[in-house]
């Protein structure tokens, strides 16, 4: 409540305060990686925010960089480059949290800012807008508490072994789990975040998995379980979803024939065009705490046609940010 | 003019360098200064050092698939054991540089494919690199920083260092004995053995200087990053590579050239950030990168061609 008063209070705000010094300003995108469909969905979202941006005269360029390799090395080259080419600011999804911050010293020293987003760099005169993994574990666990009041055993679904957002999603949900002792983890698998590794690792589990009444996932590997689940011929428990479009489609289908009901959650590459804005309210002048969140995009049942109508097949769920979202967010840091 | 370009062959990288650089200049009139010339080229300080251990190694015949690892793992330990614990780091360096040697000695007295040597070893380095360093971090020690940012006068540190690291192993390559010796190795190996040399030795040593410039490579790519990663330099093994035949080196007969390698390795770290100025779409700029390469070997190959039907 008090956040949203807060961010309420930023809105009323920006609608006093006048932008036009940042009109003569170039920002640019850093991108390491553009081979799957979120990045895809992430390019997409900026190209969105900066052609109005640009063309409502806001900023003067916005331009989109990615590297031909997704190697740190490259993406150093690209950001010092970016000095060389004269932008006033770097929005950087980072190819590793550390290997880059040489470069990105490099253009703070030359007086550029640099805002990094999703892939984030540790050097302190970068800001971060960071995706809190933990909370998105948490929250799923809290849903659940909120459906299913008795609680009860529940299956966990993880990502790529030995990469750092599985543990922390992980950590998260386990977190939850502490906070809502009724459920317990009755049986874990590595999903790899694909539907059909995670299809493939649910139906070997699931001989040997008592009745459990939901499955905490990571994202990308729902609709793998629900099918696992069918052939078996179990009952499905209630799946917390991952934004994808087939997720969403056979959580409508399901909806249609038996009115299931679930929720869903995910980063929404529209986190670019929030950076875009960050990025932009830094450069004109506003005080940014360096530390930020990305705030969850989360779909609920009465949002699910809509969303699921706006997203292509498969893609994920995904938002444009405005300028007042990203005041909210800076708002809510403060 | 054919003739001038294949009896010296360090002119053609040396006009690849000098064209690529003026149009560099020509879209991007900023980077015509000292601070502008130093982003564009001080990334490639390491890349040229890995480039001069590719060459040793290619030197003796051999190829090295491991690099990108091994400077990788020089990377983790730098900003790790040389930092936290100097002296315990230098020994982890030195040793490593030791293991470099001892691989060419087990190559060459097992008569082994070096291509399958080395990349069996990429995934030792790779791994102890990840057991180091399991998450991205660590800091690189200060002296090593401000050594790598240092602002001399005149030259900025990526053009000094260049300089320095051509000049010092042209020496010790070209005009050295014991450099001799070594390119003899490559040239024909039964000849120096006839002449009485310890091939396992020179072997061993050849590989232990591309350790040794391997581990400068890492160090020198913590100096200007600050911290480390266990993937962080999987790009240098191609890089490498195809710096010391861009450079006017050869795969076999221990024809190398040391200023060539350097020059390659700066020709190629320019060609991605020309391309990444032109605008081309990340999705040519591979292929791109590739098609410079071609060009210039193309170029090589018609001038030695043409120069040997004009004889």
Known sequence: MKSLLLSAAAIAMATTAVHADTSGKRIALSNNYAGNSWRQAMLHSWEDVAETAVAAGTVAAADAFTTSENQATEQAAQIQNMILQGYDAIVVNAASPTALNGAVKEACDAGLVVVSFDGIVTEPCAWRIAVDFQEMGRLQVEYLAGRIPDGGKLLEIRGLAGVFVDDEISAGIHKGIEEFPQFEIAGAVHGDWAQDVAQKAVAGLLPSLPDVVGVVTQGGDGYGAAQAFKAAGRDTPLIVLGNRQDEMAWWSEQHADNGYETMSLSIAPGVASLSFWVAQQILDGAEVPKDLSVPFLKVTQDTLDTTLEGTPEGSVATIDYSLDDAKGVIAGAM | ?311
């Open chain 2, 1 to 311: 003019m054919i003739r001038l370009f294949a009896t010296h062959r360090i002119l053609l990288p040396v006009v690849s360098l000098a064209v690529l650089l003026a149009a560099t200049f020509y879209m991007q009139p900023r980077a015509m200064s000292y601070f502008g010339v130093n982003l564009l080229f001080n990334l490639a300080v390491p890349i040229a050092l890995a480039t001069v251990a590719q060459m040793m190694i290619i030197m003796v015949n051999d190829i090295d698939l491991s690099l990108g690892a091994f400077v990788s793992l020089v990377a983790c330990v730098t900003a790790t054991f040389l930092h936290d614990t100097p002296v315990l780091g230098v020994a982890i360096l030195a040793g490593l540089i030791v293991a470099y040697a001892g691989i060419g000695a087990l190559i060459h007295r097992f008569d082994l494919p070096a291509i399958v040597v080395t990349l069996g070893m990429s995934f030792v380095w790779g791994g102890l690199a990840v057991m180091i360093l399991p998450s991205p971090g660590g800091a690189a020690p200060t002296w090593l920083r401000s050594l790598m940012t240092v602002k001399p006068p005149l030259l900025p540190m990526a053009v000094v260092a260049a300089i320095l690291i051509a000049g010092l192993t042209h020496l010790l390559i070209m005009r050295s004995g014991i450099g001799t010796v070594l390119r003899g190795v490559g040239g024909n190996a039964t000849s120096v053995v006839r002449a009485g040399w310890p091939v396992l030795r020179l072997k061993a040593g050849a590989y232990g200087l591309a350790g040794f410039f391997g581990v400068l490579s890492g160090m020198a790519l913590v100096g200007l990053t600050t911290a480390a990663d266990a993937n962080i330099a999987l790009r240098y093994t191609l890089l490498s590579i195809a710096g010391v035949i861009l450079g006017g080196g050869e795969f076999v007969g221990g024809r190398v050239s040391a200023v060539g390698a350097v020059i390659g390795a700066l020709t190629l770290a320019l060609a991605a950030s020309f391309l990444s100025f032109m605008r081309l779409s990340p999705d040519w700029q591979i292929g791109a990168q590739g098609a410079i390469l071609i060009l210039v070997l193309t170029a090589r190959l018609i001038f030695t061609r043409r120069d040997k039907e004009q004889s």
